[in-house]
């Protein structure tokens, strides 16, 4: 009796236990059916290639860009090639490398061999002078419009001032040449002042007045073309961006209803200020952060290239109110910007707008984008090619020296007839009577091609090469 109570004992309290354990189970199913509409803060990056490509070539480019700094800071704009591996250690080549990268690209560098020192030299070719010469002039070319950028980067700060040095780092980003600080900042005293703050001893670049038609970003001429192009309504136009995910990009059914109800929320311009705002509010936190979206979009549309670095981006962080954590804030939004790890083993990170590129080149190029293509072009160009355009360059060198030749030829057998003729007529002078040698001197001299007049244009064209000599 006893062994028969426990065991219907124990099948009850296991009966009781697979009940507990049930129950959760059931509540656990229907959890899943309410889900946020919210765009969520981490966020897995997903590749494009067609960026990840352009990153591949800038890589190289940049090593070039270094090479060509070295080469144009020697005396004769020549190195030689025992100094070479020495010096490229410095721009963080490892050793026996620098020869074999300088070989890789012949359309850049040119070896050659010095005429007198019989030593090995390494120069640029002259596709890449001229590369740097068109370079140069576009970007000389372009300084009202650089100007323009650097007004509309000191409206974005909160202050109306950035660091002398921070602007200096990004300078190429920006189409800025060089010597900006002077000729830019010191040229528009009108537009621009330099300060000196006193307790950090930094340069301030300072906007000296606000100028209302330049505080309009480029996402609201984007919004007002795709207006006239699709016309879409006016209510979902207002605050939106251009949206463009990259591809295996999943986009789920909340997801598309969070990126909805996000391009809709209103927000503070980046030029707007914001100084006497209260943030506490949640409503107001959710406006800066799409602000901070509008701001990052604004510097990427004031570039050249339509991108710049993300630490580069991070320096105007403080005087922008960005948030801090730049790459998460990001990946949060990749149908706006895309984040490229390639280029230096992945150490610098790339930020790309996604809609001023298209199939890995810029929509709308201009004239400095399109120059510094070109240095990417003769660095794609094979070395098979460079040792054809040599042999046709020899080829066509020889045949000048041939018709050089050819001319020279005649040249000298024509002065052999006439010297000929020449001798053929005093042996005739010598077999005539003296009456007849006086007479035919003178039908000589006078029928001669040589006359007196033309002994002085000798004498003239003599004195001319003399003085030529001194």
Request: with cysteine.
């Amino acid at each position: 009796m006893k062994i028969f109570l426990s065991f219907v004992y124990s099948v009850n309290f296991f009966k009781a236990k697979q009940r507990e354990i049930v129950r959760p189970i059931q509540l656990i199913l229907y959890r899943p059916m309410s889900q946020s509409t919210s765009i969520p803060k981490k966020m897995q990056r997903v590749r494009d290639h067609g960026f990840d490509n352009y990153m591949e070539v800038e890589k190289k480019t940049r090593k070039v860009l270094k090479f060509q700094g070295l080469i144009l800071s020697q005396p004769n704009q020549a190195l030689p090639a025992s100094r070479l591996d020495i010096l490229a250690r410095r721009l963080g080549f490892k050793q026996d490398e620098a020869g074999a990268f300088v070989l890789k690209f012949p359309h850049v560098f040119e070896i050659y061999e010095h005429p007198v020192q019989r030593i090995l030299y390494c120069r640029l070719t002259r596709k890449a002078h001229l590369q740097i010469e068109l370079e140069k002039q576009a970007l000389y070319a372009q300084i009202p419009e650089a100007v323009t950028r650097l007004r509309k980067l000191l409206m974005m700060s909160s202050t109306g001032r950035l660091r002398l040095e921070h602007v200096r780092i990004a300078r190429a980003e920006f189409g800025l040449p060089d010597d900006f600080e002077y000729s830019v900042i010191l040229k528009f005293p009108q537009y621009f002042r330099l300060v000196d703050a006193q307790e950090t001893r930094n340069k301030y670049i300072e906007c000296v007045e606000k100028d209302p038609r330049l505080m309009v970003c480029g996402i609201e001429k984007l919004r007002e073309k795709e207006y006239r192009e699709r016309g879409a309504s006016a209510e979902d136009m207002r605050f939106s961006f251009i949206v463009n995910f990259p591809p295996g990009f999943k986009i789920g059914k909340y997801y598309r209803i969070a990126v909805w109800k996000w391009q809709r929320f209103p927000y503070w311009s980046p030029y707007e200020d914001i100084s006497g705002y209260d943030f506490r509010s949640f409503e107001a936190q959710r406006r800066m952060e799409k602000r901070a979206v509008a701001t990052i979009h604004e510097l990427l549309c004031l570039t050249v290239e339509k991108k710049i670095t993300l630490e580069r981006i991070a320096h105007f962080r403080m005087s922008m109110n960005l948030p801090k954590k730049l790459k998460e804030f990001l990946l949060q939004h990749q149908g706006i910007f895309y984040i490229s790890t390639r280029g230096n083993y992945g150490k610098i990170h790339t930020v790309f707008l996604r809609e001023a590129y298209k199939r890995g080149e810029l929509k709308e190029p201009n004239d400095l984008y399109l120059a510094r293509r070109k240095l990417a072009e003769l660095v794609l160009l094979s070395p098979r090619k460079a040792k054809v355009d040599r042999e046709l360059v020899n080829f066509q060198r020889e045949r000048e020296n041939d018709h050089e030749m050819r001319f020279l030829g005649t040249d000298f057998v024509d002065d052999c007839s006439k010297v000929s003729g020449c001798e053929k007529n005093v042996v005739r002078c010598e077999g005539e009577e003296p009456e007849n040698k006086l007479n035919s001197g003178l039908v000589s001299d006078f029928g001669s091609d040589f006359t007196d007049e033309d002994d002085e244009t000798n004498e003239f064209e003599d004195a001319e090469d003399v003085d030529s000599i001194e």
